[in-house]
């Protein structure tokens, strides 16, 4: 074997001096093979372990991790029933003069008191709105509208729940007009009860004479409509 430019022979190394020369630096060439492999082991094995850990921290950071059978779901405890009874409000009954189909949310006047004053006084009346005097037997009532601020349709009720007459329009007085030449209203029939309702309403409706009478919410079964 010879290095070096062509045609110039630079040495010539002799065959048993290259065998001895080989044999020296062979054992290097082991150790370093070895080396080299010890270092290849240890890092799978150092691989594997990571590997292996990393089965801890593989949920999701805030996902729940699997719940251990036999855990009690906290949804599914029962919490006791209050041993206290509910206290129920009382159903207020509107007192309702119900004529024909047409329903009026009255104000009773039952008591010779209230029938005295009746609606004396009132400066307004909601539509749909009234006062139903009640008496303790039928009769020929009179009325009359003394202190009165409103215009009135008096509806005249018979014992059997009927409208017997109706007195439409019925104007306010003035207020200086003495008592005594006070206009009386009455009825064409016997009446006990009376319907006092915003004047011209009757009419406005088709309230009239024959309706039948029902009293409903608070007056049901109590006056005898």
């Not at 074997?1 to 020369?21: A, C, D, H, Y």
């Not at 006791?80 to 007192?95: L, N, Y």
């Not at 009165?148 to 059997?160: G, H, P």
């Not at 006092?196 to 009478?213: C, P, Q, S």
């Amino acid at each position: 074997m010879t290095f070096g430019l062509p045609g110039t022979i630079i040495s010539r190394i002799p065959n048993e001096n290259l065998r001895i020369k080989l044999e020296r630096h062979r054992p290097v060439r082991l150790l370093t093979r070895a080396r080299n492999l010890i270092l290849a082991v240890a890092a799978g094995l150092l691989a594997v372990t990571i590997g292996c850990g990393s089965d801890a921290t593989s949920v999701p950071v805030g996902l729940p991790s699997e719940i251990p059978p036999g855990t009690p779901d906290a949804v599914s405890i029962a919490v006791p029933a209050s041993s206290e009874t509910p206290t129920k409000r009382p159903v207020i009954q509107r007192p309702i003069a119900q004529v024909g189909d047409l329903e009026f949310l009255v104000e009773l006047a039952a008591d010779p008191e209230k029938r005295v004053k009746g609606l004396s006084g009132l400066p307004f009346l909601e539509a749909g709105t009234g006062m139903l005097f009640v008496f303790e037997d039928p009769e020929r009532l009179r009325f009359w509208m003394r202190g009165m601020e409103i215009s009135l349709d008096i509806v005249w009720i018979s014992s059997d729940c009927r409208v017997v007459d109706v007195s439409e329009d019925v104007p306010f007085p003035d207020p200086d007009t003495p008592l005594d030449e006070l206009p009386r209203y009455s009825p064409e029939s016997p009446a006990q009860y009376v319907l006092e309702i915003n004047g011209g309403e009757a009419a406005e409706l088709g309230l009239g004479i024959g309706d039948t009478v029902e009293f409903l919410g608070g007056l049901a079964g109590t006056y005898g409509c």
